[in-house]
């Protein structure tokens, strides 16, 4: 199945695509997302539970006895739009623009191509992320420390797979860049070695 994806996403990495992506994304990060934080936590001196990296439970079902009731129904709705949305369009973009890279710095038959998937599983972690504050928020009172725990554990996996696709694509980014640098010596090398030879073959008058 991952080897399908990885097939399917090599058919949609075009360059207008990416970039219409990654307008979109920065219209998430620079606009939606912080508003959506601001509604959220408001004046209170809290954070959005999935802006962090790791929490336990005690601190966790602090914070949303903190939110209030009015921020925490507007920290459900917003679960339910924004925070699927925004990890479809970084999911897509991370993994189109490696796609797009590796295959550009790449051999078509290299296992590096297959790593295209990775950011899909950042997007599972996140979805199960999501799933996780919705139930703690739907159940406060209540708290459960292992619903805490496991819902710290997706969203640390959301950010560690996240953290590793930005370092593919700088890697395929480094390794495109290599690679062309390298073949535009080979080719200034051949012209010049060629032109020696046009000279030397050259019959004199």
Do not use: C
Request: positive net charge; aromatic residues 12%; charged residues 15%.
């Amino acid at each position: 199945m991952l080897r399908l994806l990885s097939h399917k996403l090599k058919r949609y990495a075009k360059g207008w695509l990416i970039f219409f992506l990654f307008v979109t994304d920065v219209l998430f990060l620079g606009y939606l997302m912080p508003a959506a934080g601001n509604a959220i936590t408001g004046e209170a001196a809290t954070v959005p539970i999935d802006l962090m990296f790791f929490y336990t439970p005690q601190t966790v079902y602090k914070i949303i006895a903190d939110y209030g009731a009015t921020a925490r129904e507007t920290y459900l709705s917003l679960s339910l739009s924004i925070d699927i949305a925004h990890p479809i369009v970084y999911t897509l973009l991370l993994s189109l623009l490696i796609t797009w890279l590796f295959q550009k710095a790449y051999d078509t038959r290299s296992k590096m191509q297959r790593l295209n998937v990775v950011p899909f599983a950042a997007f599972a972690a996140d979805l199960l992320e999501n799933a996780g504050i919705i139930t703690m928020i739907s159940i406060y009172p209540k708290t459960p420390a292992v619903l805490a725990w496991l819902t710290t554990f997706f969203t640390m996996s959301k950010w560690i797979f996240a953290g590793v696709s930005v370092v593919l694509v700088v890697i395929g980014l480094v390794a495109w860049i290599t690679k062309t640098e390298r073949e535009n010596r080979k080719h200034r090398r051949d012209s010049s070695h060629r032109s020696s030879r046009s000279m030397n073959t050259t019959p004199r008058k």
